[in-house]
Each structure stands twice: as structure tokens, then as C-alpha cells.
């Protein structure tokens, strides 16, 4: 019995700790989305290719989707586009899109209106030193670009999402 609960206290320790849910291939209500999204704003979803990590941002039961698109169409001399994606059904909603931003892709410990912070490196497109901002939820939304949000504290306690050598996957395969 005390062994029993001893156990399940673990478990459950270690699973309310961890922020990041790993994932090999992307679930099909995701791309379904992705594709959906990129048709929507005039888009070949031929031309899209992405990284993602799911990550409990919020306090809701179901993880959010971070999502790194890539490509001529989503990237440019400063960085990528990043969406953050909630739970809406069968289906995702837009929580933000983030523009020139660049790997690794931190949740990080702290927490602002009730959503972790993100972190995301910020360099190119003039930025002579790059630097990691600290992404703020404001109650609606993340600010939609980096360089004008604050730096992150050295060191500032976090884990890495989307890494620097993240794997991106074609939206739609040839």
C-alpha cells in the first residue's frame, strides 16, 4: 500500500513537471490545420515545411502546439514564423504568430497571465548580437516580434522545445 502510493507520488511528480510532450510524427488534426491555414492566406501548402513541439502552455487539460513554419513563403533574413496552436475541438485555433524568430524555441519556467513564458532566439536582419526574448502572453496573445520584446534573464530556467537542429517536415509530401 505505502509502496503503491509512494510510486503513484512519483509518477505523478514527474508527469505535473514535465512541460514538453515528445512526439515523433506530427498528429493528422495538425496538418489538417496547418494545411487549412496556409490555403487560407493564399499559400502552396507544397512549399511549407515545419517543426513542432507540443507544450503544456496554459493551464488547460490539453497541450499547446508550437509550431515553427519554414520556407521562402515564412522565412526571411531575420528569422521564421512561429504559431502558437490551442485545442479547438477536432481542430487548432491561432493563439499568435511570431515573426523573425529563430531555434532553439524555450518554454520557459515563468509564467505571465497564467502562460509560460516562451524564449526565442532573435538574430539577422540587422541584429548584430543575437539575443533571447522573452515572449509574454498578455492575456490574449503573444506579441507577434521578438525585437521588441525584453531579453531573457542569463540563464533563465526553461526547456528546450524546438532545438536548434530541429527536423522540419513537409506539409505535404511529394
Known amino acids: 500500500m505505502i509502496r503503491s502510493t ?40 507544397s512549399h511549407v515545411a515545419y517543426s513542432f513541439a507540443f507544450a503544456h502552455l496554459s493551464s488547460s487539460k490539453e497541450p499547446e502546439v508550437i509550431v515553427r513554419m519554414t520556407g521562402s513563403d515564412w522565412c526571411g533574413s531575420g528569422g521564421c514564423i512561429l504559431l502558437v496552436l490551442a485545442s479547438n475541438g477536432d481542430s487548432y485555433k491561432k493563439v499568435s504568430a511570431m515573426t523573425i524568430t529563430n531555434p532553439p524555441v524555450r518554454v520557459l519556467d515563468t509564467q505571465t497571465s497564467g502562460w509560460h513564458d516562451i524564449g526565442v532566439f532573435v538574430r539577422g536582419g540587422g541584429i548584430l548580437r543575437g539575443y533571447e526574448a522573452r515572449m509574454r502572453y498578455n492575456g490574449t496573445k503573444y506579441p507577434p516580434n521578438p525585437s521588441t520584446s525584453p531579453k531573457t534573464a542569463p540563464k533563465a530556467a526553461g526547456e528546450i522545445v524546438i532545438p536548434e537542429n530541429a527536423e522540419s517536415i513537409s506539409l505535404v509530401k511529394p
Open 6 to 45: 509512494i510510486l503513484k507520488a512519483i509518477y505523478f511528480s514527474a508527469f505535473m513537471s514535465c512541460l514538453c510532450i515528445a512526439q515523433n510524427a506530427p498528429p493528422q488534426r495538425l496538418k489538417t490545420y496547418l494545411t487549412a491555414y496556409v490555403e487560407k492566406i493564399g499559400l502552396d501548402p
